[in-house]
């Protein structure tokens, strides 16, 4: 196994695993590809965590496997008015649906 950023040798994967995350942090490959598509995905992650707390605050006696429904039908609607209108914020979004 070698290192593809210095070149150094290993005899394991593990080792060739272990030497890249500790000696060159941030610069696999593979780290890239999981940051842009963290990046991609920030405008779900807030979608997601303002459904779960606008459904939190309209059904406050609905326990978790009940409120998953709720939280989906919410998100739902709020990427249809982002479709519709791209230039629209989340916030905008939320104030539209409810």
């Known amino acids: 196994m070698i290192c593809g950023i210095c070149g150094r040798r290993f005899r394991k994967p593990q080792q060739l695993g272990g030497h890249t995350s500790k000696a060159h942090p941030e610069q696999s490959p593979a780290y890239h590809k999981k940051m ?3 990046y991609e995905r920030i405008d779900d992650r807030e979608i997601f965590i303002t459904a779960k707390t606008m459904s939190n605050q309209l ?6 496997p009940q409120i998953r429904p709720k939280i989906a039908y919410i998100k739902r609607k709020m990427w249809s008015i982002l479709k519709e209108k791209p230039e629209k914020t989340v916030q905008e979004a939320v104030n539209k649906v409810f």
């Not at 059904?59 to 978790?64: G, I, K, L, S, T």
């Open 59 to 64: 059904y406050p006696d609905v326990q978790h």
């Open 36 to 38: 842009i598509r963290w």
